[in-house]
């Protein structure tokens, strides 16, 4: 069974940065497109970024263009989200997922096979 683990939430000040990590189990994390998904209170889940299998192809959400970076070591089946000058609208959950695809465009269009717990992080103006 496939399980995702995330860590690495927390409270920051705004400019500042956070490193989340998500942990593979249960399968070869290189057979997965990953990203990363986020939920504000009172809003809908939203797709952040994706990165291939081969970490060739990323795509990301126009609203975090220039201040993440998506990044993978499949021989540790981890994915990493690096966050960099935070704004207090990025409070959220943050929630790792995956799909079983060469595509990375499916993870945004078709939605994850799974889904990690979840990892809050908070950011404060």
């Known amino acids: 069974q496939v399980q995702l683990v995330e860590s690495g939430g927390g409270l920051v000040q705004a400019g500042g940065s956070l490193r989340l990590s998500c942990a593979t189990s249960g399968r070869s994390a290189s057979v997965f497109v990953m990203g990363w998904f986020r939920q504000a209170p009172g809003k809908e889940r939203e797709f952040v970024t994706a990165i291939g299998r081969g970490s060739t192809i990323t795509h990301y959400a126009d609203s975090v263009k220039g201040r993440f970076t998506i990044s993978r070591d499949n021989a540790k089946n981890t994915t990493y989200l690096q966050m960099d000058n935070l704004k207090p609208e990025d409070t959220a959950v943050y929630y790792c997922?995956?799909?079983?695809?060469?595509?990375?465009?499916?993870?945004?269009?078709?939605?994850?096979?799974?889904w990690g717990q979840g990892t809050q992080v908070t950011v404060s103006s």
């Open positions: 997922a995956a799909r079983n695809t060469k595509i990375v465009s499916y993870l945004k269009n078709f939605g994850p096979e799974y």
